[in-house]
T-cell receptor, first 110, second 113 residues
């Protein structure tokens, strides 16, 4: 079983749409959670950390459900520039190990 | 603040040849990671260093891959001999501490022909 599972997509949405990505993780000892963004042929970059109480950064909202071992990312008012692959990342603190999902591809169309 | 530096950016080699990649993490970051990313997949951890000690190399194909981090700063990853299936992007990342984000270098795109 994979440590982190994501729907690979692609999600094809029009500009202005709201889109949500989900991710599940298998290790209950996981302590820190992140969403990374990866543009085509570029390195992954941190989009936002995910906190237990949920957190928002502009048009982006991240939620964590520890009981269900589930993480989500909501993007409101999608922009063309949001087109990218979104990687769900889980950190296992004991050894500071990062586990990556396979990524969800988003295409925002005019 | 300078980011994670990697070189070369691109490399094309023939199968059975050897290749080496270099990484210089962000200053002060004790943890260094090497990931392999095949097109369409998420990064897969090859090896993790804490200072100059290996924390995890369970997914490193040790018959052909080796890595070192002398003096706990920069690191090299070597493949010898390369196989066609080693074609991928090799990403180096570093982290300042437990639970904090990992910062990635631009990666080395390896093509084995």
């Amino acid at each position: 079983r994979k440590e982190v599972e994501q729907d690979p997509g692609p999600f094809n949405v029009p500009e202005g749409a709201t889109v949500a990505f989900n991710c599940t993780y298998s290790n209950s000892a996981s302590q820190s959670f992140f969403w990374y963004r990866q543009d085509c042929r570029k390195e992954p970059k941190l989009l936002m950390s995910v906190y237990s109480s949920g957190n928002e950064d502009g048009r982006f909202t991240a939620q964590l459900n520890r009981a269900s071992q589930y993480i989500s990312l909501l993007i409101r008012d999608s922009k063309l520039s949001d087109s990218a692959t979104y990687l769900c990342v889980v950190n296992e603190r004991n050894f500071n190990k990062f586990y990556f999902g396979s990524g969800t591809k988003l295409n925002v169309k005019p | 603040e300078a980011g994670v530096a990697q070189s070369p950016r691109y490399k094309i080699i023939e199968k059975r040849q050897s290749v080496a990649f270099w990484c210089n993490p962000i200053s002060g970051h004790a943890t260094l990671y090497w990931y392999q990313q095949i097109l369409g997949q998420g990064p897969k951890l090859l090896i993790q260093f804490q200072n100059n000690g290996v924390v995890d190399d369970s997914q490193l194909p040790k018959d052909r891959f080796s890595a070192e981090r002398l003096k706990g700063v920069d690191s090299t990853l070597k493949i010898q001999p390369a196989k066609l299936e080693d074609s991928a992007v090799y990403l180096c990342a570093s982290s300042p501490g437990v639970g904090q984000e990992a910062f990635f270098g631009q990666g080395t795109r390896l093509t084995v022909v």
